[in-house]
């Protein structure tokens, strides 16, 4: 296999503005995101594709998923999100990821994935990955 970015982030060795951990997945913000807040939810453990999913997998994103999306709908103030996962085709990292892009009504795409954007600076990022977090937070209480 070769090196894997997604993995070195879910090992640490890489850092990542994280807003959600458990023992098979992680989610934290994209570096270049669509939107500010804009997740990516990942599988610790390198797997491809959905294709590559065991059902389990499958179940446990799924359900993190629709945390984050509530998370990152609250903690940001947005109307809804946008999930998307693409495999093998436009698949920038090859290991499994979805991910959730804030929306706000109103709030063009522009050309679907582009631009992209970037945050001013570590502070803003640390502000909206604590958002997420803070929110998601919440919400697991509330389970």
């Known amino acids: 296999m070769e090196k894997c970015v997604f993995c070195d982030i879910a090992g640490k060795q890489v850092a990542a503005s994280i807003v959600y951990e458990d023992d098979e997945l992680i989610a934290f ?9 804009h997740t990516l939810l990942i599988p610790k453990k390198h797997i491809e594709t ?5 059902d389990s997998y499958l179940i446990s994103l799924g359900l993190k998923a629709k945390l984050l999306a509530n998370g990152i709908k ?15 085709i436009s698949q920038s990292v090859p290991h499994y990821h979805v991910h959730i892009i804030p929306r706000k009504r109103g709030e063009p795409l522009k050309g679907f ?22 929110a998601v937070m919440r919400l697991m209480v509330n389970v």
């Open 29 to 37: 913000l994209d570096k270049s995101p669509i939107f500010k807040g």
């Open 50 to 54: 959905i294709f590559d999913l065991g």
């Open 74 to 88: 609250e903690g940001l103030n947005v109307d809804g999100v946008l999930l998307i996962n693409n495999n093998v």
């Open 113 to 134: 994935m582009w631009p992209r954007t970037n945050y001013k600076d570590s502070v803003e990022e640390e502000e909206f990955r604590r958002k997420i977090y803070d």
